[in-house]
């Protein structure tokens, strides 16, 4: 059974850092994609930044500089080391994932292309 799980999120100054984490396991594969999708109130989910299994990333223009994904080799692990943070950036962030042979692909932004789902961590920003 797939089970995504956050951590991480708080209040932060702006201006400030974050490291968030998503911890995977009951994965029946090594290829895939994962995310780190956020959702402010009264707005639609927004693809922040995306990682295939063989590395690649994407990022939203929004984050480009500022925030970088990294994985972990043991485990099946996401982080999410966030920079710079602006009031602008305050969410809910949740940790997605689907199972794929050919990396993220260029739907990667898009929050349907995702069937797995973590249940969110609050990023606040002021």
């Known amino acids: 059974h797939v089970q995504l799980v956050e951590s991480g999120g708080d209040s932060v100054q702006d201006g400030g850092s974050l490291r968030l984490s998503c911890a995977a396991s009951?994965?029946?594969?090594?290829?895939?994609?994962m995310a780190w999708v956020r959702q402010a109130p009264g707005k639609e989910r927004e693809g922040v930044a995306a990682?295939?299994?063989?590395?690649?990333?994407e990022y939203a223009d929004s984050v480009k500089g500022r925030f970088t994904l990294s994985k972990d080799a043991s485990r099946l692990t996401l982080y999410l080391q966030m920079s710079s943070l602006d009031p602008e950036d305050t969410a809910t962030y949740y940790c997605?994932?689907?199972?794929?042979?050919?990396?993220?692909?260029?739907?990667?932004?898009?929050?349907?292309?995702?069937?797995?789902w973590g249940q969110g961590t609050q990023v606040t920003v002021s």
């Open positions: 009951g994965w029946p594969t090594n290829r895939y994609c």
């Open positions: 997605a994932a689907v199972v794929s042979f050919y990396g993220c692909g260029g739907a990667w932004s898009i929050s349907t292309h995702y069937r797995y």
């Open positions: 990682i295939s299994s063989d590395g690649t990333t």
